[in-house]
C-alpha cells in the first residue's frame, strides 16, 4: 500500500514503520495528491513547519509525497483548462493598483495558478528552512514547466518585492544592531515576512531567493519577451514604500537587470571589437522604452486632443488604404510621427476608464495597411502593452 511513496530515502523506513505511522502516512498522500490535482499544492508545506515531523523518521517519506504533490499539480495545470480559465478570470478585471491580484485564500481547493505561485513564493521566504527550500522548488518545477504563470502584474510585484524585503532584513544588522527586528512589512502588498535573529540564516536566504528570482524571470523571459518587459516597465513605475532618493532597492535593480538582458531574437551577437563598451542586448531599448511610458503618462495626465488624435489617425489609414503598398508621401507626416501617434493612443487607451473602440480600432488597422517594418516592430510593444495592462482589451484588438 505505500508503494508510490517509496523512494531510494524513504525505503528502508518504510520496511519498519509501525501501523498507525503507515495510516499517517497514506492519509497525508491521498489528502495532498488530491489537493494538488484539485489545483492546491501549497497545503504540504505546513508539515514541512511541523516540528513533530521534522523531527522524526517519517521526513523522507513526507518528502517524497511533497516530490509526487508537485508533480500531480504541474501535471493537472499543463493538461486541465480550470487553470487557465481561474487565473484569466482572477486577473480579467483592469486594476488601478500594480499590486493587485487574486486573493490568497488560505485551505481553498481551486486557487488560480497566479495565486498559487504567489503564496508559494511567500513561503519562499519562509523563517524555517524546509518551508523555505521546499516552496522554492515547487516554484522551480511550476516556472520550468509553466513559466506563463509568472507573466502577471500580482506576480512579478509579489516577487520582486519580496526580494527586496529580504534584503532589507539583512540591512537591519546595522541598522537595529541593539534592538533586534523579526518583523518586515510592504504595505503596497499587505505581506508581512516573519525572520528570525540569525543574520546568517538571513544571508543565505537573500542569496538563495535572489537567485531563484533571477532564474524565474528569465525562464519568463524566454517564453514571451515583449509580456515580462512590458511587466517589469510597470513594477518600475509604480510608487514603492522606500525613499528611493536615499535607500537602494533590490528589486528594481533586478528588474533592471532583467529588463536590460531580455533577447528578442537567437541572432548572433556582432563581434565589434574590444573599443567597444560591452553592454546587454537590450539595455538601450528597455530604458528608452520605460521613459517613453513614463513621459506619456505624464503627457496624458495634463490633456491630450483626442479628437485630434483619432482624426490624425484616421486620415493616416484612408491615405494608406487609398494608396497600397505605398510610402507616405513627401511633405505630410512622416512614419516617425505616426508611430509618435500611435504611443500616445496606446497610453491613452490603458489610462482612459472606458475603452474607447475607434481608437483601438485604428491602433490595429493603420499598421496593417501600412505595413512598415520599423511601425510593426513599434506596434507590437503597443499591442503587449495594452494586452499586459488592460485585459479587457485583449479581445478587441486581436
Known amino acids: 500500500a505505500l508503494a508510490p511513496i517509496v523512494s531510494s530515502q524513504s ?4 520496511r519498519n514503520v509501525s501501523f498507525p505511522q503507515a495510516a499517517f502516512l497514506l492519509s497525508v498522500y491521498n489528502v495532498e495528491i488530491a489537493r494538488a490535482a484539485s489545483g492546491n499544492c501549497s497545503t504540504i508545506l505546513r508539515y514541512f513547519s511541523n516540528s513533530a515531523v521534522t523531527s522524526s523518521s517519517l521526513l523522507p517519506a513526507i518528502e517524497s509525497i511533497a516530490d509526487l504533490a508537485i508533480s500531480a ?9 480550470w487553470s487557465i480559465e481561474a487565473s484569466l478570470a482572477g486577473n480579467s478585471a483592469p486594476s488601478d493598483d500594480a499590486f493587485a491580484g487574486p486573493q490568497l485564500a488560505a485551505g481553498s481547493a481551486t ?13 519562499s521566504c519562509h523563517h524555517l528552512v524546509l518551508v523555505s527550500k521546499w516552496a522554492q522548488r515547487f516554484v522551480d518545477k511550476i516556472m520550468r514547466t509553466f513559466p506563463q504563470a509568472l507573466l502577471d502584474k500580482s506576480v512579478i510585484c509579489t516577487l520582486l518585492e ?8 539583512c540591512k537591519a544588522e546595522q541598522d537595529d544592531q541593539f534592538v533586534p527586528v523579526y518583523w518586515f512589512t510592504s504595505q503596497s502588498l499587505g505581506i508581512t515576512l516573519q525572520l528570525p535573529d540569525s543574520i546568517a540564516y ?3 536566504l537573500c542569496e538563495r531567493f535572489a537567485a531563484c528570482a533571477k532564474r524565474w524571470l528569465e525562464l519568463a523571459g524566454k517564453a514571451a519577451p515583449m509580456e515580462l518587459e512590458t511587466l517589469l516597465q510597470v513594477y518600475l513605475s509604480t510608487p514603492c514604500d522606500d525613499d528611493l532618493n536615499y535607500e537602494p532597492h533590490i528589486g528594481h535593480a533586478l ?8 533577447k528578442y531574437s537567437m541572432a548572433p551577437s556582432v563581434d565589434s571589437g574590444a573599443a567597444v563598451v560591452a553592454l546587454p ?4 531599448p528597455f530604458a528608452y522604452r520605460l521613459g517613453l511610458r513614463d513621459y506619456l503618462r505624464g503627457f496624458i495626465g495634463q490633456g491630450t486632443d483626442l479628437q485630434a488624435l483619432k482624426k490624425f489617425l484616421s486620415d493616416i489609414y484612408q491615405l494608406a488604404k487609398e494608396n497600397p503598398g505605398m510610402p507616405l508621401p513627401e511633405g505630410g507626416s512622416s512614419m516617425r510621427e505616426v508611430i509618435d501617434k500611435m504611443h500616445h493612443a496606446t497610453h491613452h487607451l490603458v489610462a482612459a476608464p472606458r475603452v474607447d473602440r475607434e481608437l483601438a480600432r485604428l491602433l490595429v488597422w493603420v499598421p496593417l495597411t501600412l505595413f512598415d517594418e520599423g511601425l510593426m516592430r513599434a ?11 488592460r485585459a479587457d482589451i485583449e479581445v478587441l484588438i486581436m
Do not use: C, D, F
Open 11 to 14: 525505503q528502508a523506513l518504510l
Open 73 to 81: 499539480y504541474v501535471r493537472e495545470t499543463t493538461s486541465k483548462r
Open 111 to 123: 486557487l488560480p495558478t497566479m495565486a498559487q505561485v504567489r503564496e508559494l513564493m511567500v513561503a
Open 162 to 169: 519580496l526580494v527586496q524585503l529580504v534584503w532589507k532584513s
Open 202 to 204: 538571513r544571508k543565505t
Open 255 to 262: 528588474a533592471l537587470e532583467v529588463g536590460n538582458g531580455i
Open 281 to 284: 542586448p537590450n539595455s538601450a
Open 379 to 389: 506596434t507590437s510593444h503597443m499591442w503587449t502593452t495594452l494586452m499586459v495592462e
